[in-house]
């Protein structure tokens, strides 16, 4: 059984923040992850991405509900550090490819613990491409710069990464 206790320096941040309720990591653990997400208050710019809000031509809760998955989870402020020129071409027909590229990068097949995805070092996500991990379980980092905020926060199908910064794929 992998260890699934919430791993990372912002976990107290978070849980002070959303301390009970189905945003919490209580409250998460009961819901698939994109109700666990829909939840989450540091969650809202993902939630609008994957379900259709943000481009109508995206909308990925059906699959993310479909599976087992581990998540990279950008939160609001990852999503606010995007250039505005960025944003406004990812909710438009052009940018469908885009967005969904960018989005099925923050997904990996099957769920992982942190010292799973720390001994795997790079691990393939659902756009086809890998992430590298790195650090150690309370300092991990994605892709060398993109810090885990709070990992291992279980939902009922995925095991979450709130991550400071939105990964993008290679070009």
Same mark, same amino acid.
């Given at each position: 059984?992998?260890d699934?206790?919430?791993?990372g ?6 849980v002070?923040?959303v #301390?009970? @309720?189905a945003?919490?990591?209580?409250g998460?653990?009961?819901a698939?992850v ?5 939840n989450?208050p &540091? ?9 259709g809000?943000l481009? #109508?031509?995206v909308?990925l809760?059906?699959?993310?509900? @479909?599976?087992?998955?581990?998540v990279f ?9 995007l ?15 885009t ?7 923050h997904?990996v097949?099957?769920r ?5 995805l720390l001994?795997?070092?790079?691990? #393939?996500t ?9 650090g150690?379980a309370?300092?991990?980092?994605v892709?060398?710069s ?9 939902t009922s199908?995925?095991t979450?990464y &709130?991550?400071d ?7």
């Amino acid at each position: 059984m992998a260890d699934t206790t919430p791993v990372g320096a912002g976990c107290a941040g978070y849980v002070a923040q959303v #301390p009970t @309720g189905a945003g919490s990591v209580e409250g998460m653990a009961e819901a698939n992850v994109t109700t666990a997400a829909s939840n989450n208050p &540091l969650l809202t710019t993902l939630v609008a991405a994957v379900s259709g809000q943000l481009n #109508p031509q995206v909308n990925l809760v059906d699959t993310l509900n @479909g599976g087992e998955f581990t998540v990279f989870a950008p939160v609001d402020s990852a999503f606010a550090a995007l250039p505005p020129e960025t944003v406004a071409t990812l909710k438009t027909p052009e940018g469908t490819d885009t967005l969904t590229s960018v989005l099925t990068y923050h997904v990996v097949q099957g769920r992982m613990d942190p010292a799973m995805l720390l001994a795997a070092k790079s691990v #393939p996500t659902v756009q086809g491409a890998s992430v590298e991990i790195g650090g150690t379980a309370d300092a991990m980092t994605v892709n060398g710069s993109t810090k885990v905020i709070c990992g291992n926060v279980q939902t009922s199908n995925a095991t979450v990464y &709130l991550v400071d910064a939105v990964l993008m794929p290679p070009a």
